[in-house]
């Protein structure tokens, strides 16, 4: 791989030296020296002294990433070796549990590498490149990994653009066997069918784990859960198996339907007692308030930005009103299970928006626990903004 050596500005030495794993283009002198993504960046200060070696690789979150603070370390197989196997021995938890077959084995900057995920689904991997730049390292990370682990098989999926979207090739599989079509994998003991090739969502999303454990363990026993944005369901499936008399799954795309049925039969669950609506939520909650409906859980996991055909919907200046909507149809001492991926604000706002909802509504509440990432998705001690989950247990209490 091509290198060049560039300057950092001078009150930009410090950040890097203290350990931050970002490049911006703002912090290097000449930066306009790079074309090309996935070149090795020699950062130095303007005395001539060696602090870190980093890649280009073009995210909304920056430049590049740094890989290495020793001038003589190489990025090649050994170097993304070492990094897997400290991924490895991170995630010894999740390895050895019996009941779980699927987690994050390696998250980007968390595990040294910025821009590259991979996931572990009951012996397959999927990875995910970020940028261009690391997409360029793709035939000596794949010969790391495939020399670090026992595989099944491999896949992967790219989201260059600077946006993270997912690019639709034709075939995500790259090595190995196979996987068959729908791969049935473990989380605490419950099981999901994952879709390896099948667009940008696999059918569950491992970050959420925690949550819907807790769920499952300490809330749905005897209660009504309304899961919105269901997605494949997820949350209603550990509600159910935690007993929960009925759950209502609401989700705007059609597939959410027959995948969200698949989830709970994979589970043995009384399809009598689920409901699955294919609507937009926001319809949703109209109807709800019309009709008196209170549920005793109401889960919310909006995605961070959303367009349907009425509403546009962006996390950051909505979310006062989604939990707005959703306090109307929570029953007296009910649990409203707020949650957020949006990066673009923190617990303390996202706690801040509750306050406001609550406030505005005359109603009032008490947070029972709240959470962030699980361990398998490792975030870097100088890049908390890579701690994107935010969900918080809410009780409305009047
Ligand atoms: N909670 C899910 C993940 C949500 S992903 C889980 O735990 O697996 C976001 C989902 O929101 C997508 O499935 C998308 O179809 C849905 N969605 C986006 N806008 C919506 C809207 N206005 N009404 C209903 N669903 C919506």
New binding site residues.
């Given amino acids: 791989m091509q290198e060049i050596d560039l300057k950092v500005k001078p009150h930009f030495v410090d950040i890097y030296k203290d350990g931050h794993p970002l490049i911006s283009k703002e912090s290097l002198e000449e930066y306009t020296k790079v074309t090309q993504e996935g070149i090795i960046l020699n950062l130095y200060d303007t005395k001539n002294r060696f602090i870190a070696k980093g890649y280009h690789g073009l995210q909304n979150k920056g430049f590049g990433w740094i890989l290495s603070y020793k001038k003589e370390e190489s990025i090649d197989v050994t170097f993304f070796k070492k990094k897997i196997k400290q991924a490895i021995v991170h995630r010894k938890k999740y390895i050895e549990d019996k009941e779980t077959t699927a987690y994050r084995l390696f998250n980007g900057e968390g595990d040294g590498i910025g821009g590259l995920t991979i996931d572990f689904f009951d012996g397959f991997y999927l990875l995910t490149w970020y940028s261009i730049g690391i997409y360029k390292q793709k035939t000596t990370i794949l010969q790391a990994l495939k020399e670090s682990v026992t595989y099944k098989g491999i896949y992967q999926k790219k989201r260059f653009d600077s946006k993270g979207k997912y690019l639709d090739d034709s075939d995500d599989f790259v090595t190995g066997e196979r996987a068959p079509k729908t791969i049935t994998i473990q989380e605490n003991g419950v099981h999901f069918a994952i879709y390896l090739d099948n667009g940008a969502m696999v059918g569950?999303?491992l970050d959420?784990k925690e949550v819907r454990k807790t769920i499952r363990d300490h809330y749905a026993k005897g209660k009504t859960l309304l899961n919105?944005?269901?997605?494949?369901g997820?949350?209603s499936v550990y509600g159910a198996l935690g007993g929960a008399t009925k759950t209502t799954s609401?989700?705007?795309?059609k597939r959410?339907l027959a995948k969200t049925k698949e989830q709970f039969e994979l589970n043995s669950i009384d399809l009598d007692k689920q409901e699955i609506i294919v609507?937009?939520?926001?319809n949703y909650f109209k109807y709800a308030v019309r009709k008196k409906l209170l549920f005793d859980i109401v889960i919310l996991?909006?995605?961070s930005f959303?367009r349907?055909k009425k509403?546009t919907?962006s996390a950051s200046k909505d979310y006062v009103n989604l939990l707005k909507e959703a306090i109307q149809i929570t029953a007296k001492n009910g649990i409203i299970v707020a949650s957020t991926n949006a990066a673009n604000f923190s617990m303390m706002t996202f706690r801040d928006f509750i306050f406001r909802a609550f406030k505005e509504l005359k109603s009032n509440y008490k947070v029972e626990e709240s959470f962030s990432l699980p361990s398998d998705f490792k975030v870097h001690k100088k890049f908390p903004e890579g701690n994107y989950l935010k969900v918080v247990f809410i009780r409305k209490l009047k």
């Fill in positions: 569950v999303f959420q919105t944005f269901s997605y494949t997820a949350f609401i989700d705007l795309a959410s609507e937009d939520v926001f996991d909006p995605p959303a349907s509403h919907f």
